[in-house]
């Protein structure tokens, strides 16, 4: 799709930021058939299957971290507006005196674990 794309870039006559969009839709469409997505496009789209399917995975890990944290937040009776402290002292400031996955479990209170992120994605 890329190049589809830079070609008809080039042929085209763009002259705003609108015909750039409009451009890589069509081209989009052209070759996949997929319409324009709504207000939340995929973050790991087609070129990541093909070429670099390890991404996929680091962005699945990043996700259930993210969620498992969140909920070890939540645990601490924190607001939002507490986040940030929550985040600098068990995150930033702990950062580097330990490995990784021991940071995580003292963090998180256990191993990463699927069941936050699935509660999220599956409601």
């Not at 794309?5 to 996949?32: A, G």
């Not at 789209?45 to 993210?66: E, S, V």
């Not at 070890?72 to 490995?99: C, H, I, M, N």
Request: proline share 7%; hydrophobic share 35%; with cysteine.
């Amino acid at each position: 799709m890329p190049s589809f794309f830079d070609q008809e870039l080039y042929r085209s006559d763009i002259r705003t930021l609108q015909d750039i969009e409009d451009l890589k839709w069509k081209s989009l469409k052209d070759v996949t058939g997929y319409e324009p997505f709504a207000d939340s496009p995929p973050w790991a789209f087609t070129i990541h299957h093909t070429i670099a399917p390890i991404y996929l995975h680091n962005y699945f890990m990043g996700d259930m971290m993210c969620d498992q944290m969140r909920l070890a937040y939540e645990k601490t009776g924190g607001s939002e507006k507490g986040f940030g402290r929550f985040w600098k002292e068990k995150v930033l400031d702990q950062s580097g005196r330990y490995p990784f996955l021991e940071l995580y479990r003292k963090i998180c209170g256990g191993d990463p674990d699927l069941g936050a992120y699935l509660d999220r994605v599956i409601p």
